[in-house]
């Protein structure tokens, strides 16, 4: 069964801290994308890689960095978490190819920021 | 750009009552593929559906039906015979030419016995 794993099912982070919020596929998708969901927000999408070593910026990219440097690996940082970074954050990956472009989400990391 | 709107936030029905949710989108692409997801309490969005703008055929699985316009750019979902287990927030989506989907803001649905 194709899977995408969040490491973190429940995180607390202390204002000023950086975070690393770490995600694996192993379905050797080309895509990888972050998105934080909040109550009446829906799912915001924040940042989202094409290819190794490759980012763009989504709908709300401020305070927040992306690393991938291994195509199975798309990790999202907080530089210096802040409590309005508290949030639920998900994972997700697809397929290049528009044959197949359904997303596979992970089960999500529920970050609280104090 | 892309936008999807779902303009009921709550949802509350009785079991076995029918329930339509909606959802209207907003894109300059000729290619782009709808999608409905369920995140049940557990927090893990399950896929329901997808379609793909060439195909304007309504889908009925089940107790799940949906019904595609483009005219109106609409997106609807109907749950038949509404059942506990269907409570949930429901989630519109949509993917264009660049691959990266874009969601409403959900619509939470409670069916109570």
């Known amino acids: 069964d194709v899977k995408v794993t969040q490491s973190s099912r429940y995180l607390v982070k202390r204002t000023g801290e950086k975070v690393f919020l770490e995600c694996v596929q192993d379905?050797?998708?080309?895509?990888m994308f972050w998105y934080r969901q909040d109550p009446g927000l829906g799912l915001r999408l924040i940042y989202f890689?094409?290819?190794?070593?490759?980012?763009e910026k989504g709908d709300i990219p401020e305070g927040y960095s992306v690393s991938r440097e291994k195509k199975e690996r798309f990790s999202l940082i907080l530089e210096s978490a802040s409590t309005n970074q508290t949030s639920m954050y998900l994972c997700?990956?697809?397929?290049?190819?528009?044959?197949?472009?359904?997303?596979?989400f992970g089960s999500g990391t529920r970050l609280t920021v104090v | 750009a892309q936008k999807v709107t779902q303009a009921q936030t709550e949802i509350s029905v009785v079991e076995k009552e029918d329930v339509t949710l909606d959802c209207v989108y907003e894109?300059?692409?000729?290619?782009?593929?709808l999608f409905w997801y369920k995140q049940p309490p557990s927090g893990e969005l399950v896929f329901l559906i997808r379609r793909n703008s060439f195909d304007e055929q309504n889908e009925i699985s089940g107790r799940y039906s949906w019904n595609f316009q483009k005219s109106t750019s609409s997106f609807n979902f109907t749950i038949t015979a509404s059942q506990v287990v269907d409570s949930a927030v429901y989630f519109c989506?949509?993917?264009?030419?660049?691959?990266?989907?874009?969601f409403g803001a959900g619509t939470r649905l409670t069916v109570k016995p």
């Open positions: 989506a949509l993917i264009g030419d660049n691959n990266d989907m874009r």
């Open positions: 890689s094409y290819d190794v070593k490759m980012k």
């Open positions: 997700a990956s697809n397929l290049a190819t528009r044959g197949d472009i359904r997303y596979t």
């Open positions: 379905m050797d998708h080309e895509n």
């Open positions: 894109t300059r692409d000729t290619t782009y593929y």
